[in-house]
């Protein structure tokens, strides 16, 4: 994690960690912190505890996103304080969902902007001059668009993949394989590194190929207190403790200071949490298999 890290992710860089609530990979946004990185333009639809964790830790410049939250507990307090009274300053662009779905689509298609009609009744075009609008040459009729998203780094957090980057999700999906395409550099975080023969015998599985990975990090539980599905559960008696943690600037601090700046590593990080990975441990539940026989 430090060597990809260091290697794909700079000052200035715009960065993206996706996931939607399943694999979020706080691992990569703790090492971002630990290696002190600058002026990081954040990408993401909905940013919660990790993003509130590198604004807080000053990594950021901006956020562009279409949500912003701890999910099921309320605000993130870290956020708001730099948006409301810039501790740290925060410049914000955000977008609806499928807006931001879009930028990410035309990036990865390598398309200069995506029409849309997600704008119409809304006020927030008002707010944001990046969503401009097109005629469409075929009806005439007015549509919305927003420009390709292109990042410098984007961070995908999976169950498995093999030793040359093939990048196997299940369970619940977000935009990974939409932002992996659309980035200049892709480094994928899994719980488990497995054959090729592995990864070949269930295709259907590989969202990511990995002809676009650049960097491959076997980090377990590095999304936690996220979750990934058959590995272990969501800790959502994390989620509900940090909106005490995030509502004070110095709380926030010392969870930093002691759970991300103070460990070398993610696995130094489990040390300070005995019992974590027991109580949080998934119980096998198998698919059965498919013939791809022919």
């Given at each position: 994690m430090?060597?990809?890290n260091?290697?794909y992710?700079h000052d200035?860089?715009?960065?993206?960690?996706?996931?939607f609530?399943?694999l979020i990979?706080?691992?990569?946004?703790?090492?971002?912190?630990?290696?002190k990185?600058?002026e990081?333009v954040?990408?993401?639809?909905?940013?919660?505890?990790i993003v509130d964790?590198?604004i807080a830790?000053?990594?950021a410049?901006?956020?562009?996103?279409?949500?912003?939250?701890?999910?099921?507990?309320?605000?993130l307090?870290a956020?708001r304080r730099?948006?409301e009274t810039k501790?740290p300053?925060l410049?914000?662009?955000?977008?609806?969902?499928?807006g931001?779905?879009?930028?990410?689509?035309?990036?990865a298609?390598?398309l200069?902007f995506?029409?849309?009609?997600?704008?119409?009744?809304t006020?927030?075009p008002?707010?944001?001059p990046?969503?401009?609008?097109v005629?469409c040459?075929f009806?005439?009729?007015?549509?919305?668009?927003?420009?390709a998203?292109?990042p410098?780094v984007?961070?995908v957090?999976?169950?498995r993949?093999?030793?040359?980057?093939?990048?196997q999700?299940?369970?619940?999906?977000?935009?990974?394989?939409?932002a992996?395409?659309a980035?200049?550099?892709?480094i994928?975080?899994?719980?488990?590194l497995?054959?090729?023969?592995?990864?070949?015998?269930?295709p259907?599985?590989?969202?990511?190929p990995g002809m676009?990975v650049d960097?491959v990090?076997v980090?377990?539980w590095?999304?936690?207190?996220s979750y990934a599905?058959?590995?272990y559960d969501?800790?959502?008696?994390?989620y509900v403790?940090w909106?005490?943690?995030?509502?004070d600037?110095?709380a926030?601090a010392n969870y930093?200071?002691?759970?991300?700046?103070?460990?070398?590593?993610?696995?130094a990080?489990?040390a300070?949490?005995?019992?974590?990975t027991?109580r949080?441990a998934?119980?096998?539940?198998v698919c059965?298999g498919?013939?791809?026989?022919?």
């Amino acid at each position: 994690m430090r060597d990809a890290n260091a290697r794909y992710v700079h000052d200035g860089d715009t960065v993206v960690i996706e996931g939607f609530t399943h694999l979020i990979c706080f691992a990569a946004g703790h090492e971002i912190i630990r290696q002190k990185r600058r002026e990081l333009v954040l990408c993401r639809l909905t940013p919660d505890l990790i993003v509130d964790q590198l604004i807080a830790a000053g990594c950021a410049r901006k956020l562009v996103f279409s949500w912003a939250g701890n999910p099921g507990v309320g605000a993130l307090h870290a956020f708001r304080r730099a948006v409301e009274t810039k501790t740290p300053p925060l410049e914000i662009e955000e977008y609806s969902h499928f807006g931001m779905v879009a930028r990410f689509s035309a990036g990865a298609a390598h398309l200069p902007f995506w029409p849309l009609r997600d704008y119409q009744g809304t006020d927030i075009p008002s707010v944001n001059p990046s969503i401009r609008q097109v005629t469409c040459p075929f009806t005439g009729e007015s549509l919305a668009a927003v420009p390709a998203l292109n990042p410098d780094v984007t961070i995908v957090h999976a169950q498995r993949a093999d030793m040359e980057g093939n990048t196997q999700i299940w369970g619940l999906l977000g935009v990974q394989k939409e932002a992996a395409f659309a980035s200049r550099h892709v480094i994928v975080v899994v719980e488990e590194l497995v054959d090729t023969s592995i990864v070949r015998a269930d295709p259907n599985r590989t969202l990511i190929p990995g002809m676009i990975v650049d960097a491959v990090v076997v980090e377990p539980w590095g999304a936690h207190p996220s979750y990934a599905q058959g590995h272990y559960d969501r800790d959502n008696e994390f989620y509900v403790a940090w909106e005490k943690i995030s509502r004070d600037s110095a709380a926030l601090a010392n969870y930093l200071d002691e759970f991300v700046l103070g460990v070398e590593d993610r696995a130094a990080y489990l040390a300070l949490q005995p019992g974590l990975t027991t109580r949080l441990a998934a119980t096998p539940r198998v698919c059965a298999g498919v013939s791809y026989g022919y």
